[in-house]
């Protein structure tokens, strides 16, 4: 027996239709949460994700060893000038 979305559970052999999916909205979700980024790791593969999250390993560690050597530079002018 098919069922229309029109047909309502009071109808003798009605049944509730389900909903179709909902319509997006340019990669945001009804929280106002930007989805593209998810949408853009979920077309890579598991090991293009991996080499994406090493690069970013990469990329912090030498922003934490400027961040290192800048530091170390301002404690030998402090001590310098005391």
Known sequence: ???????????PGGVVAA?????RCAGRSDEGID????EDSLEKTPWERMQANDD??????????AMENRNAKLK???QETC
Request: avoid cysteine.
């Open 1 to 11: 027996m098919k069922t229309t979305p029109s047909q309502r559970l009071d109808e």
């Open 35 to 38: 989805l593209s980024l998810l």
């Open 56 to 65: 970013a390993l990469r990329f912090a560690e030498s922003l934490r060893a």
């Open 19 to 23: 909903p179709g999916p909902a319509p």
């Open 76 to 78: 030998r002018t402090d």
